[in-house]
């Protein structure tokens, strides 16, 4: 605190000070905040304060700068940013993180890692530490099993739901791409259902699966598929679009996007003439899915709701799916319930498997790793950092062929179709910060 350097608060306090969510993030209080420094309880200087921002290499150039103003405007004793440049890269434009260690920012690397305890891991994250991936998986060897494709989902749903509860809760179940994660989740609710583990015959719901996509990506029409939702974050007057309209994508015409309205019309759009200069999103483009719920299933939200203090990524449990209402325990402990109207209805997904940026910051005992054989090479140093002891992995045989197989929906449930399995093997990653 100002007044007394050496003495340490907790998170939470410290947000109640200055009267911000403890989960707010660094973009969100730049964007709500515009004029700094923002007036607070503790005064707008804060000389001998430090600032840390973890996870500083997804910070874009433009925010950084912002933080570094504001810094400077409060007059604080240090700002210090901590991560990893081998790690999740900047959500928006600029790595300047990099550069500013690559331009001699002064800089402590952090060589311990807490998080590993077993022997194993501490020697796999040392093998990482090297850029030695061949040792890597060596090490890995003895738990992991290749399998075909199509075999992934089912293995680790198998795998993660023969523990017992309690170490389910300590075995994080990490799968790459948006399909792999969907199968991985889908096959798991499969085997808990079986196994009688949820409750009701299951509510059907329709769902929207973010696509992942840059600002630029949006300016480009590859991303614009048939039956694909586009849901436009801000007023386009020149296009006559207004913010939150939102349209399934029909195909193209002469360039243009063709949306069919819920009301039965047809708006065009032309991605290339998207705004460059926003700080946000111009669009958000989605893919829905049929999605059955059941009491017990694990869910997190797919958006924000920032009035109800759901946001993105944040776990929840469904205690009650029924058409009249969903009841849903938050991760906080508190309930809630989304009437047949309740746009959130459409922005959450199953969440026993999880991708590594919704993971991020998470540490579990265990894991489990989907992964196919060609993701070894480029995407193996993040995964390995959320376990403290041990993980299984599951491999690709690349020389096998792609079997479709058919996963019959149990009782009370519609068909979940074929899916390809693309089947993993174990990946692993270790941070160094700075």
């Known amino acids: 605190t100002p007044n007394q350097p ?14 911000v969510s403890s989960r707010t993030t660094v973009y969100r209080y730049l964007d709500e905040n515009p004029e700094f420094p923002r007036p607070c309880k503790i005064g707008g200087r804060r000389g001998g304060a430090v600032i840390m921002v973890d996870e500083a290499s997804q910070v874009g150039t433009e925010r950084l700068a912002k933080l570094i103003d504001l ?32 331009a001699g920012q002064p800089t402590s690397t952090i060589a311990e890692n807490l998080r590993a305890t077993s022997p194993q891991m501490r020697a796999l994250n040392a093998a990482l530490e090297q850029h030695d991936l061949p040792r890597a998986f060596d090490i890995l060897r ?3 099993i290749e399998v075909p494709f199509a075999s992934g989902p089912a293995m680790v749903a198998r ?43 299951g509510l059907p719901l329709t769902v929207l699966d973010r696509v992942t996509i840059t600002r630029e990506g949006a300016r480009q029409k590859k991303g614009y598929r048939d039956g694909r939702l586009v849901e436009f ?32 019309s047809h708006s065009r759009f032309e991605p290339d003439c998207l705004p460059r200069n926003l700080a946000h999103n111009a669009v958000t483009i989605y893919e829905p899915k049929q999605l059955p719920l059941f009491g017990g299933d694990r869910i997190r939200w797919t958006d924000n709701d920032r009035e109800r203090g759901l946001l993105n990524g944040d776990m929840a449990t469904i205690e009650r799916a029924e058409q009249d209402a969903i009841t849903i325990r938050t991760q906080g402990g508190e309930r809630l319930q989304l009437s047949p109207n309740d746009p959130m209805r459409e922005k959450l997904d199953l969440a026993y498997a999880v991708n590594v ?9 265990n894991g489990i790793i989907l992964m196919s054989e060609r993701e070894k090479q480029h995407q193996p140093r993040v995964p390995g950092r959320r376990y403290l002891d041990r993980r299984t992995g599951r491999a690709c045989r690349r020389q096998c062929q792609r079997p479709r197989t058919q996963h019959h929906a149990p009782r009370g449930r519609k068909d979940l179709g074929d899916r390809d399995g693309q089947t993993a093997v174990t990946g692993s990653s270790q941070c160094t910060g700075a």
């Open 6 to 19: 050496d003495t340490l608060i907790s998170l939470t306090d410290l947000m109640k000070l200055i009267s």
């Open 159 to 201: 795998l993660w739901v023969d523990l017992p509860p309690d170490q389910r809760e300590k075995t994080l179940l990490l799968a790459s791409g948006r399909a792999m994660r969907s199968a991985a989740n889908t096959t798991v609710q499969e085997a808990r259902f079986i196994r009688g583990e949820l409750a009701g015959k």
């Open 71 to 102: 810094a400077n405007r409060m007059d604080v004793g240090r700002l210090v940013l901590a991560g990893d440049t081998r790690q999740l890269q900047a959500i928006e434009a600029g790595k300047p993180f990099v550069l500013l260690q690559k």
């Open 142 to 144: 003895s738990d992991t």
């Open 233 to 264: 974050r801000t007023n386009l007057p020149s296009q006559g679009i207004h913010q939150g309209d939102r349209g399934v994508v029909q195909g193209m015409d002469k360039g243009q996007v063709v949306l069919a309205i819920a009301d039965g």
């Open 357 to 365: 940026h919704i993971a991020q910051g998470k540490t579990a005992t």
